[in-house]
């Protein structure tokens, strides 16, 4: 499955940062997660450093699949409103979801601590209105985040255009958000495992896989085989051709980002990310070298031809976009590209075993806009469910999530992360 077009700016920036062994003899482990971008990174990280013998194995390079043509905005705002989850679920759920993503950002950022240098940075969230249509699911966006705590605050028109520029009906401000560079982070994590006992393997494909009773038999596209005892298949967007029925919607999503650009014509974008409530929407944030990375437009294509052809108009079309909300910016797309992404119909994740492969092989889709947060919630969850204990997200995130009946439209969401 082609993920990219174009030219994802990490992989860039970086190169091909590190590089890692096939495997190509048989052998065992306690888990395999198959799968190495950020996904499998952040679940590997988790494994091995609480004592379990983790192998890691990639098709492609390491962090060559979406987390390269991931924008990385951290948000603990989901596309789908609380105010929808809460109709769909509950409240108390609905309020799950959004905290366990406001946590996941916390966590993100020990973890940058803890790894060094992956231009983790903490910012603002503006959530602005498209059009008056929009302005009254805002308002009730904002009472319900607001009744249980989340740090905001609301601007009309007036304080909007002044604290941002921006011409738009209103806004929600949020203090809790942050980005990073997630290919860097995604092989800062690799390297952890690694020292801790992991093992990680690139251009190495699983052919086939064989749960038992006691554990599961992968066998590799070269033959050889590895013994686990449980598996994870965090392989981003290529992981429902294991699941019996698609559980997500596969699209496409563009984006560019600019040359550097000064810092007084950034103001107050260079720590702060920017989405809208149409959807799909326009989104952005600043780099660490103060460039301006913006994406959206994003559409149903999912072939890579005609997604290829696409890159280049979207990108003018999204620079467009942004000099009309700017217009003092002269926004020049360096690097365009576009990148494969699944909408599940809740805008929510899944993690956990199905019921067409047994206890022992588990899933992590991280769908949505909130990839790198989803991932960062599923890797503790994860463990959890390997070490047979409890997790107070492990059923609302589970596949038995389906079975619930949605009370309304489910929302749509695009791929920030």
Known sequence: MDLKSGYPFWAVKNGLFLTFPRLEHDHRCDVAVIGGGITGALIADELAGHGHHVVVLERRDIGWGSSAASTALLQYEIDTHMVELAKRFDERRAVMAYQGCADAIIELERLAGELGEVSFERHESLYYASSEED?????????????????????DRDALKKAFGVDAPCAILSRLAASLDPYLMAYRLFERVQARGGEVFDRTEVATIEPGESGVVLELSNGSTLTAGKVVIAA??????????????????????????????????????????????????????????VGGDDDEVDEPARRDARVMEKAHGLARKVEAL?????????????????ETDDGLPFFGPHPA?????????????????????????????????????????????????????????????
């Open 326 to 342: 700017w217009p003092h910016l002269t926004i020049n797309p360096t690097f365009s590209w576009a990148g494969t992404f699944a």
């Open 357 to 417: 492969w047994g206890p022992h092989v588990h899933f992590a889709l991280a769908y949505g806009g909130n990839g790198i947060t989803y991932s960062m919630m599923g890797a503790p969850l994860l463990r959890a469910l390997i070490e047979e204990r409890p997790h107070p997200l492990a059923d609302f995130l589970s596949f038995t999530r389906l079975q619930s009946e949605p009370t309304d439209e489910p929302g749509s969401v695009s791929s920030r992360a």
């Open 135 to 155: 302005v009254a699911p805002l308002e009730a966006e904002f009472a319900l985040r607001e009744k249980h705590g989340f740090d905001m605050e609301w601007l």
């Open 236 to 293: 981003g967007y290529e992981s429902q051709r294991w699941l019996p029925t698609p559980v997500a919607k596969n699209r496409s999503s563009y984006a560019f980002v600019t040359d550097p650009i000064a810092t007084e014509g950034l103001g107050k974008l260079r720590h702060t990310l920017v989405w809208e409530s149409a959807r799909p929407y326009l989104y952005m944030r600043a780099t660490d070298q103060g460039r301006l990375l």
